[in-house]
């Protein structure tokens, strides 16, 4: 158990919908990223929040929003979804930046939430 | 470009057997350089993280090799078991002005067959 918890783990949804992921990184941590992880292929990255602010961005498509609140959990929202955003959507938290040496760029994932779109 | 670049794609081997797998980069400056291991369907878990000064980590019957003047890195598996089956995952972290920002290979595929 990395401490990291992801919800919903399952979610079946239609084109055209949206939903909202969530993730609640571990104590203490202050960074969270987001990945999405399609059928086959290595984890791309979406966005990365540090202490409530948008830290970087990746290759996050204009219908996905997310962002950290003051309790440190965050959201990543899909809309106007398309069967293509089908994926496993990744947490992962920090203590300090992730690219930053020793224990406080260690890097947590959570299970992941399967998102499939029909 | 900043890029990772893994081989082999995919990779079989009979249990108790030994494998290497390796990590080829062009990022730089980078900060550090980790494995991870993914288990079909899971969350990637960190095996090793070694600086750029550090030429060899240990975790297990897995050790993590750099060379930071070839700019490449191996992840050597020993006496392999059937759990070891999962894909691996090599992740360089940036420094100097990106410091922060992780870059993912696409990883290598490990299955070990009885």
């Known amino acids: 158990d990395s401490g990291v918890t992801q919800t919903p783990k399952h979610l079946i949804t239609a084109t055209g919908q949206r939903v909202t992921l969530r993730c609640s990184p571990r104590?203490?941590?202050?960074?969270v990223y987001w990945y999405q992880q399609s059928l086959d292929q290595g984890l791309q990255f979406l966005i990365q929040?540090?202490?409530?602010?948008?830290?970087a961005k990746g290759n996050i498509l204009e219908r996905f929003s997310a962002q950290q609140f003051p309790d440190l959990h965050s959201e990543l929202n899909l809309s106007s979804l398309e069967l293509g955003d089908s994926a496993l959507y990744f947490c992962?938290?920090?203590?300090?930046?992730?690219?930053?040496?020793?224990?406080?760029?260690?890097?947590?994932f959570g299970e992941g939430s399967r998102l499939t779109v029909l | 470009k900043n890029q990772v670049e893994q081989s082999p794609q995919s990779l079989i081997i009979l249990e108790g057997k030994n494998c290497t797998l390796q990590c080829n980069y062009t990022v730089s400056p980078f900060s550090n350089l980790r494995w991870y291991k993914q288990d079909t369907g899971r969350g990637p878990v960190s095996l090793t993280i070694?600086?750029?000064?550090?030429n060899t980590k240990s975790n297990g019957r897995y050790t993590a090799t750099l060379d930071a003047d070839t700019k490449q890195s191996s992840l050597h598996i020993t006496a392999s078991q059937l759990s070891d089956s999962a894909s691996y995952i090599c992740v360089l972290g940036s420094g100097g002005t990106s410091y922060g920002k992780l870059t993912f290979g696409q990883g290598t595929i490990l299955t070990v067959h009885p």
């Open positions: 992962a938290s920090s203590v300090g930046l992730a690219g930053g040496p020793g224990n406080t760029g260690e890097l947590f």
């Open positions: 104590s203490g941590d202050l960074s």
């Open positions: 070694m600086t750029f000064s550090e």
């Open positions: 929040y540090y202490n409530g602010e948008e830290r």
